[in-house]
């Protein structure tokens, strides 16, 4: 199964943003799914996930602005960014929690800045 990432981009403060990450077969294959960031000269953090059963998970940072979604009819899961802050800004992955396994997107630039 590949992750592919998509909606990234530049956005002012404030501002939101959605993101994408469709898998090429079923999102059931996973028990968990999550969003991660990476910023520069920082280790990856999680910011936040969702399990099969709908259960989700959020960094305190992120808490109240962002939300995690999946479609499982389009095997695709989303992160809506609201109110979007320069701290916010890194490289976005997509991620998939399989038994044995762990899948990762390529990644998508998300830049917060006026």
């Known amino acids: 199964v590949q992750l592919v ?3 990234g981009g530049l956005v002012q ?3 939101s943003l ?3 990450c469709a898998a090429s077969g079923s999102i059931f294959t996973f028990y968990r799914m999550g969003w991660y ?4 000269g920082k280790q990856r953090e999680l910011v936040a996930s969702i399990t099969r059963d709908g259960s989700t998970n959020y960094a305190v940072s992120v808490k109240g602005r962002f939300t995690i979604t999946r479609d499982n009819a389009v095997n695709t899961v989303y992160l809506q960014m609201n109110s979007l802050k320069p701290e ?3 490289v976005y992955y997509c ?4 038994p044995g396994d762990d ?3 390529q990644g998508t630039q998300v830049t917060v800045s006026s």
Do not use: C, F
């Not at 960031?37 to 520069?40: D, E, I, N, S, Y």
């Not at 991620?95 to 399989?98: D, L, M, Q, S, V």
């Open 103 to 105: 899948y990762w997107g």
């Open 88 to 90: 916010d800004t890194g």
């Open 95 to 98: 991620h998939g929690k399989a």
């Open 5 to 7: 990432e998509s909606g």
């Open 13 to 15: 403060p404030g501002g």
């Open 37 to 40: 960031r990476q910023a520069p």
């Open 18 to 20: 959605r993101l994408s």
